[in-house]
């Protein structure tokens, strides 16, 4: 249970960062992933989180966080709530400290 929580917390996480990869690789500045991933962090110093990072992580995190832990709760709107809840605050954190500890700026459309 713990491990599958860890890894959708991970898979979010490394999600943004894949699509921004693809993106490069779509508008021409990459030719795989790899070099995408590679071309995006030198194109920063750009700040990652943000509305749309947060609608990435409820997106991979709901469905495997509820799947895994829906057979040990007897309330599952407030198990659904509880996931949306910790993930919005989370990613505030993360957003905070992104904005304290990391020199960047906002990039449009993020």
Known sequence: MIIAVTLANLA???LP???E?????SEGFANDLVSGF???LDS???YIVGFMYLVITLIVEIPI???VLNNRTGNRKKLLTTIILVNIA???LVLMIERILCIGFMVKGK
């Open 12 to 14: 979010s996480f490394l």
């Open 90 to 92: 989370t990613t505030l």
């Open 65 to 67: 966080v509820y799947a």
């Open 17 to 19: 960062y894949l699509l």
């Open 44 to 46: 920063g110093p750009a």
């Open 21 to 25: 990869a693809l993106s490069m690789m």
């Open 38 to 40: 590679v071309e995006n």
